[in-house]
């Protein structure tokens, strides 16, 4: 898969050279280049925004400098991601879609955004193009914003994650729950035990005891997960049960099994 990421900020990313997205590009997983917006001005000042048009408070992005850049970046095949806190909100889902595709192409916004026409005139021209959130709260720029996307979607390229296996259990994954608490040597920590089945090398106990502690996790932290589970016929009876005793106890304001004995609370 092909990345482009264009920002005023090309220093922002040079985390995609570390870690699992690093190695990607070692290996040609992965063909990730970072590029300056302002290479694509035409004055001298390398202007890159200039006043709302109607009135209001802060700069936009200039569409012709957006426009020039993109023109040159840009292929038939390409996405384009527009970061921005008020497009649909990026899920595993929209991860995995995104991982499909060959070429992704950024466009970091900053101050207010990104003139609308942009977005308009490359999805009118028929290139795929994605306005996504990652989240309800606003950052100053869309490269923390891209860094998340790509993280989230390199690990699905295919070859990416050394276990594939490990994404189908994961929070979000195939399964449709949070994932179970996860432990580690020592047996005991600071008076913490590991819970027992964990230690019986009993495969069948352990799985099951993994998807109750995933059921009454998501059932207390996402219970919306659990509903569209639930919808699409993915709870066996004994999934119910367990899910019925969790919100039982959730009910009566307790914490299910493993999750904290009390302490410190962030509400
Ligand atoms: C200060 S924000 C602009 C916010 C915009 N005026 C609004 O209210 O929707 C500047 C840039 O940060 C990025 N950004 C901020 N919050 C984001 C979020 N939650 N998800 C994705 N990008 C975000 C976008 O690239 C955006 O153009």
């Not at 991601?81 to 499909?100: D, H, K, M, N, Y």
């Not at 899910?243 to 493993?258: I, S």
């Amino acid at each position: 898969m092909k990345i482009d990421v264009i920002s005023i900020f090309p220093a922002y990313l040079d985390a995609l050279k570390l870690s699992l997205v690093g190695k990607a590009q070692e290996s040609g997983l992965l063909d990730v280049n970072v590029r300056d917006l302002r290479d694509w001005t035409t004055d001298r000042h390398r202007t890159v925004d200039d006043t709302p048009t109607g009135g209001g408070a802060g700069m936009v992005m200039k569409p012709d400098v957006w426009g020039n850049a993109l023109d040159d970046v840009l292929q038939r095949e390409s996405t384009l991601v527009i970061p921005t806190p008020s497009g649909e909100v990026f899920t595993q889902a929209l991860a995995a879609r995104l991982a499909q595709r060959p070429h992704l192409v950024f466009a970091c916004g900053r101050y207010e955004g990104i003139d609308a026409r942009v977005a308009q005139h490359y999805r009118a021209a028929g290139i795929a193009t994605v306005e996504a959130s990652i989240g309800d709260y606003v950052l100053n720029g869309g490269e923390v914003a891209a860094l998340v996307m790509i993280e989230a979607v390199a690990r699905l390229i295919p070859g990416m994650v050394g276990n594939p296996e490990s994404l189908v259990e994961e929070s979000h994954g195939e399964a449709g729950l949070l994932e179970y608490p996860v432990y580690t040597k020592p047996v005991s920590w600071r008076g913490i035990e590991i819970p027992a089945p964990l230690l019986s090398g009993h495969h069948a106990n352990i799985a099951r005891w993994r998807r109750d502690r995933a059921l009454e996790k998501t059932a207390a932290i996402r219970p919306d997960m659990l509903a569209a589970l639930r919808d699409r016929g993915g709870l066996s009876q004994t999934d119910e049960a367990v899910v019925r005793a969790a919100d039982e106890v959730l009910r009566a304001g307790g914490v299910p099994a493993t999750e904290g004995e009390g302490g410190a609370d962030f509400s």
